[in-house]
């Protein structure tokens, strides 16, 4: 793990990466990186999150700022411009069940060639998708997905880059990850090494690329 | 009695002690208002949380710790939070006692649509297609017509939730169940009629010789 600031860490961002944000609904989503983003006036990206929250907070932002050219989420539905610029054409959105969206960024960075689920049995979710039968029982194969950056809001991190989360705000972030090929860090604080239990630590040290540094 | 309070009172009753029950936004969110007293119940939120409580008092509210909506509330002694996987792992793996969701349509055979009106609104499916498919009990509550038509329906005319079919929908005027796979009334709601009921389906109904009248 290294420290960055803000700007340099979002500035590593080419146009057209993919990135994974942690975060439901703006919680757990890593704000300041967000914003820099947006500052800094990236294209044509693509963000794998569990949505795009609300105009004005977390990935809303991205989505006004036009910066985007592709979502895959599981709901869009509290954002009305998400849903506006993906019926005008101007965003591409591929909806994914949420279960199967976390497990498809899970086998991603588990080294897994993907899932057996049976949510979207029988639904429009199947199309186009292998069916698999496992003693009787039908499921979809879901496949892995992997995001250039991992975009993270932690609590704690340590000076290793050991991290923890807290309350809801954890939902997406230790999958992420284990899934972005560059994991880039926000945390509320920073704290020695030892502060946080051995029992404790929710996303391994070695897993982080950089940390942002509070100026 | 208002008929999102009838029907939210009504499934209330489904809940027992111990259960671990997810409940989705709109009229089922009202059900853990109504949970009979002396029982604990477990409230999921998918978001991470088992434990939710209600909305914290003014000026204690925690933006870290919020509700599916990304709304603040509280958690009960005893609650614990987990990421997003092992969430979803509760809910597919058979962990859910219960859910309780919106409806837009049910049919005759317990298939639900409640995630999409082509064309319309396209919110995404969220955590609906893991919960129909993978708690034990899915419990569908919503009003019995939409601007005058049935949403107990032949067949749903809707992108389908899952083809798990659901077990019981509770609407303000019938509780209706589905076994053997054909939609069957339960009961009714107090002052409302079984000829009242059949008028207001377009599904056809299985109707036993006794029908008796919800208990709130």
Not at chain 1, 82 to 91: R, V
Not at chain 2, 22 to 40: E, K, M, R, Y
Request: hydrophobic letters at 45%; glycine letters at 12%.
């Amino acid at each position: 793990m290294r420290t960055t600031s803000v700007a340099d860490a979002v500035a590593k961002i080419p146009d057209g990466a993919s990135l994974m944000i942690g975060g439901f609904m703006g919680v757990g989503t890593p704000e300041r990186i967000v914003d820099e983003i947006v500052r800094q006036g990236k294209h044509g990206l693509t963000v794998i999150a569990n949505d795009t929250a609300l105009p004005g907070v977390g990935i809303g932002k991205l989505v006004s700022a036009g910066v985007l050219k592709k979502v895959i989420a599981s709901h869009i539905g509290l954002n009305p411009e998400t849903q506006k610029k993906m019926l005008a054409g101007e965003l591409e959105v591929e909806l994914v069940p949420q279960g199967t969206l976390i497990e498809r960024i899970r086998a991603a960075g588990y080294g897994l060639g993907g899932v057996l689920t049976p949510t979207g049995v029988g639904t429009v979710v199947e199309e186009g998708k292998r069916k698999v039968e496992v003693d009787g029982r039908e499921y979809l194969l879901e496949k892995p997905l992997f995001a250039d950056f991992a975009l993270i809001e932690a609590f704690l991190a340590d000076y290793l880059g050991n991290l923890t989360y807290v309350l809801t705000a954890r939902n997406f972030n230790p999958v992420i990850a284990m899934a972005g090929a560059t994991v880039i860090v926000d945390a509320e604080h920073v704290v020695p090494i030892g502060m946080i239990s051995p029992d404790h630590v929710m996303t391994p040290a070695p897993l982080v690329d950089w940390l942002v540094v509070r100026s | 009695m208002d008929a999102q309070t009838l029907i939210a009172k009504r499934i209330a009753r489904e809940l027992k002690d111990g259960m671990l029950v997810n409940l989705g936004i709109g009229i089922p969110t009202l059900v853990s208002n109504f949970v009979p007293p002396g029982i604990h119940i477990f409230f999921q939120s998918e978001n991470g949380l088992i434990g939710t409580g209600p909305i914290p008092q003014e000026g204690l509210a925690q933006a870290r710790l919020t509700d599916a909506g990304g709304r603040p509330v509280s958690a009960i002694p005893g609650a614990c939070t987990f990421d997003s996987a092992m969430s979803f792992g509760l809910i597919r793996g058979g962990h859910v006692d219960v859910t309780v969701l919106g409806g837009l349509e049910v049919d005759a055979n317990g298939h639900l649509a409640n995630w999409m009106i082509p064309g319309k609104m396209v919110p995404g499916m969220g955590g609906a297609m893991d919960l129909v498919t993978g708690a034990r009990r899915v419990v569908v509550a919503m009003q019995h017509s939409a601007k005058g038509r049935s949403k107990v329906v032949r067949r749903c005319s809707l992108p389908l939730t899952s083809a798990r079919a659901i077990d019981l929908v509770v609407t303000e005027l019938a509780v209706i169940g589905f076994p053997g796979g054909r939609a069957t009334l339960l009961e009714t709601a107090p002052g409302v009629s079984v000829a009242d009921v059949v008028a207001a389906t377009e599904a056809d109904l299985v109707v036993p010789a006794s029908v008796p009248t919800m208990t709130l």
